[in-house]
């Protein structure tokens, strides 16, 4: 099972990004994948989940109306769209899914926002 994030990069406030996590080795469709991030020197936080049934579970609350978690079936790929980029969403994020037994974590793209 592997997790592969892209999408990073530096946006001026305002902006928008659309990351992406291409997962191999299982299919994302029936387990529930999540978004973390981890900002210098703070705690590996929670940002969004999509269910099985391909439904956000909950979004941490200074993301809500600005992020949006979605997966492509075909593409066996998870996304998070993000729009209105405030410098505190610079940060490493992460995508995860849960095994059951485990969660496993991809390697994290760096997301800056400045201007």
């Known amino acids: 099972v592997k997790l592969v994030e892209s999408g990073g990069g530096l946006m001026q406030p305002g902006g928008s990004l659309r990351l992406s996590c291409e997962a191999s080795?299982?299919?994302?469709?029936?387990?529930?994948m999540t978004w973390y991030r981890q900002a210098p020197g703070k705690e590996r936080e929670f940002v969004a989940g999509?269910?099985?049934?391909?439904?956000?579970?909950r979004y941490e609350d200074s993301v809500k109306g600005r992020f949006t978690i979605s997966r492509v079936n075909d593409k066996n790929t998870l996304y998070l769209q993000m729009h209105n980029l405030k410098s505190d969403d610079t940060a490493v994020y992460f995508c995860?899914?849960?095994?059951?037994?485990?969660?496993?974590w991809g390697q994290g793209t760096q997301v800056t926002v400045s201007s």
């Open positions: 995860t899914v849960n095994l059951g037994a485990r969660l496993v």
């Open positions: 999509l269910s099985p049934s391909g439904q956000p579970t």
């Open positions: 080795g299982l299919t994302i469709r029936v387990f529930h």
